[in-house]
């Protein structure tokens, strides 16, 4: 899916997810005038009712079902489940064209590049050629991609997370706030890097990395 034009035509927008990253994709929807955010959806029945930033929290995430009009996105990102996100979007089951595709104003993604349903890139993100990137990704504020990386579908990128060139980052790869990797690394599907982590050789699928240098501290917990 090609990088959606800013364009007068408004949808409505359901976000999944009541937490912290929910509020910040809501701070940069509502500078999008594309947008119109309905209300949040949440699996946690103590949530329903809530407030988010003036925003309701209207249910469970099942309530996308019976608003067909709306595009949603799917804000849920751990370190400690770094398939959550994933897991979401295929339980939900909605076609590509359901899901929003949300890009700060203040991020800089040349022409060219193609960005996925259901990522957003949050601001004072740069990538640096044009690229393509996954679906459901999402890239925190602050984040580098450079030359001829390739992003999987749904991989978490926290704040000032950067690649070096021809990095490969597998599906639901979480990579942890100011981690870098040195170009040409691969980080496995599913594998987590640790906050301020260097990363010079390879992660496996699945594993916990962390350190400077990175070295293997575990298998991850996956879910």
Sequence with gaps: MEQRERGS???PLLLVGGGGLAREVLAAVRLLPEWHPLGALDDDPTRHGADLDGL??????ELVHDMPDAAVLVCVAS????LGRMNVVRRLGLPDDRWATVVH????VPPGSAVGPGTVLLAGVVVTTPLRLGAHVVAMPHVLITHDDEVGDGVTFAGRASLGGA???GESAYLGQGSAVREGVAIGAGAVVGMGSVVLTDVPAGEVWAGVPARRLR?????
Excluded: D, I
């Design 9 to 11: 035509v408004t949808r």
């Design 56 to 61: 309701p929290v209207l249910g469970g995430s």
């Design 79 to 82: 370190a400690r489940r770094p």
């Design 105 to 108: 104003p203040a991020a800089s």
């Design 167 to 169: 990095v490969r980052v």
């Design 219 to 223: 298998e991850g917990s996956g879910s």
